[in-house]
Each structure stands twice: as structure tokens, then as C-alpha cells.
């Protein structure tokens, strides 16, 4: 797994607004208390084919934080040099940036997705595009207003696919159809175009979750991963049973300064690949204290500091499989079923 993919932070910013944007000279512009920058990307967006510089900052205490409180969007034209900012007044785990053509006309768009953290496994999303510099917020995708998605359920995903050699996207929502991931029934799986003021379907599958050949494993409950040299424990989903391997480190290149990590690989039926879901890596207070905040925010987020070490996890900002296929649907799925913050403890000495 890249790592430099895992989200970035530091600086602070500006003016928090209304829901509409705001734009400020270069000199003027300020962030609000507590904004931390996540990612950037330099794309054309305004259309006059010099690239733009599109940052995504989180409202936290912390760098290290997991959740973030608010969500904001940074965009200087690369021509003006003006700022506009967009507050997105939705907040959420593991944020995404992404710069699609999603209105196949020639010039990226924003898109922001989070996870909301709950037991639904839901995503907030976010698309901009811009209209004479201004930005624009295009509508969720649904069948009717106020409707999200086929079934009027939130989204669990929600994606760019290429629809061509052009560069133009179209979006696919995937739904689940059940109140919690353990009581799914189905997924439906959605393909919206956007067509000149609106988001039109085109395609719709619907999908039973698939169970394993083995049926008793259904009936195996959640274990628990102890490793009393890093002193922590994690509860681990049944859903994981089968599909995954524990590598502990006392010393790694990824994390030179930590005490130890421990990966959590996802493993492919054959057992022929294998990618890292999550990773805990334990450092020593005063080394944690070394590192600058944003080497912290590329390392991952504060699950806990205790006895003079600090726990922190680190999750992939991407599923390395095709999402679309039987791995990538379960990575996705395990993924989905760990609540690492709920599941993880301190082991008592």
C-alpha cells in the first residue's frame, strides 16, 4: 500500500461562510481556528487550461485526529491567484478528493466523499463545478428531489467510473438495503450521467450479499487479536475470518521511529496476494512528540496514548482492488465491518 496516498495535514485557515462560497485576494484570505490541510491537487478547473491549485483542509484539534468536525474546500485560481472557499458543513472519517469531468465538458470537477462513521457505513458527498469561476454544487443523484439513490437510501458509494476515452466520468452510487452492514439483504448498485441539469440512470443491479461456501462460519463470532509486546488488543470482525493475516514488526521503514506495527493484511482466496487494511503502529511519547504534524498526519490518527506510548492507526485511502470484483467487494466489506475505535484496548499490565 502507498502510504503517501494516506491523508496529509497541517495549516490553518479562513472564513467560514454560509454554504456559499467566498473569494478573497491571495493577501486577505485567512482559514478558520483549527483547519488542518488533508490533500491537494493542481488540476484545471476553472476551464482556461492552466491548473488550479484545489486543497481540502478538516476542522480538528489535532492533526492526528481521525474524524473530522468540518469539511472545507480551498480552490486558487491558477491564473488570478484568487481564493474561493467552499464550507461543505458535513464532516466525516477518511475524506477523499477527487477531480473528475463528471459533466463530460472537458474541465474537472470537485468531488469530496467521507465516511460517516456510523453503523449504516454511510458516505456524505460532495460536487462542485465551476460556472465562470463561481462554483456550483450539482445535486446528490436520485429519482426524485430529496431522494437519494434508487431506493432513496444514503449511499455507501459513490464513485467516478471513466466513460470514456476523453476523460468524461459518469457516477455509481451503491445502496444497501438493511438498516446496519450485518443485516444487509441486497446492495444496489446505480449509474448516473449527468445530462445538461440533472443526473439521469442509466443502469441498476441489484445483488444478494454473498455468503461463504462454509456456513458455520457464519456462526463464528468475533475473536480477539492480543500482542502483549505492543500491550493492545483488537476485536476482530467474523467477517474476517479466513480473509486476512497479522504481521508484526519491531522496526519498519514505513515508521522508522515506532516501537512496533502491527499490519493487518487482507489475503485473496488463493493467498497468492495480499494488502495491508489497517495498520497500528506504537510509538514512544517523546518520539510521537518529534515527529511535525504533518509527518503525524501521514502516519495516521490517534487511537490512544497511554504508559508513555502512543497508538496510531493507519487505513487505506483506496481500495487496491477493482472494486467491482469479488476482492474488492470484500475488502470493502471488511473494511466496513471493524470498528477499530470501539474494538481496540489497552492491555492491562
Known sequence: MNFKKILTSTMVASLVLSGTAMAA???????????????????????????????????????????????????????????????????????????????????????????????????????????????????QPGLAKGKIGVQGNAFIQLKPIVLNKKGAYTLQGVERVGTTVSDTI???????????SKWELFN????????????????????????????????????????????????????????????????????KDSQSLITISVFAQNDWNKLSDDDKSQIGGTLAEANGMVYVLTTSQSNPFDPQSADGKKFDQMFKDLNVKKGFAILKK
Do not use: C
Open 186 to 196: 441486497a446492495y444496489v448498485t446505480s449509474d448516473w450521467k449527468w445530462n445538461q
Open 25 to 139: 485576494s491571495n493577501n486577505s484570505f485567512k482559514l478558520p481556528a483549527n483547519m488542518h490541510k488533508l490533500v491537494q491537487k493542481q488540476v484545471d478547473v476553472t476551464g482556461d487550461k492552466k491548473a488550479d491549485i484545489i486543497t481540502l483542509y478538516g476542522q480538528k484539534e489535532k492533526a492526528s485526529d481521525i474524524y473530522n468536525d468540518e469539511l472545507m474546500l480551498v480552490i486558487q485560481d491558477g491564473k488570478s491567484k484568487k481564493m474561493t472557499s467552499i464550507s461543505l458543513h458535513d464532516g466525516g472519517y477518511s475524506p477523499q478528493l477527487l477531480v473528475p469531468d463528471l459533466t463530460s465538458d472537458k474541465v474537472a470537477d470537485i468531488m469530496v466523499t467521507a465516511d460517516d462513521g456510523g453503523s449504516g457505513g454511510y458516505k456524505t458527498s460532495h460536487i462542485y463545478t465551476l460556472k465562470n469561476n463561481k462554483p456550483v454544487e450539482l445535486p
Open 204 to 271: 441498476v443491479k441489484i445483488e444478494q450479499p454473498k455468503k461463504e461456501p462454509n456456513s458455520s462460519q457464519d456462526q463464528v463470532k468475533s475473536t480477539v487479536y492480543k500482542n502483549s509486546e505492543a500491550n493492545f488488543s483488537v476485536e476482530i470482525p467474523s467477517s474476517w475470518n479466513g480473509n486476512y493475516k497479522v504481521r508484526a514488526e519491531k522496526s519498519d521503514s514505513m515508521f522508522p521511529s515506532a516501537k512496533h506495527v502491527v499490519y493487518f493484511d487482507y489475503t485473496t482466496k488463493d493467498k
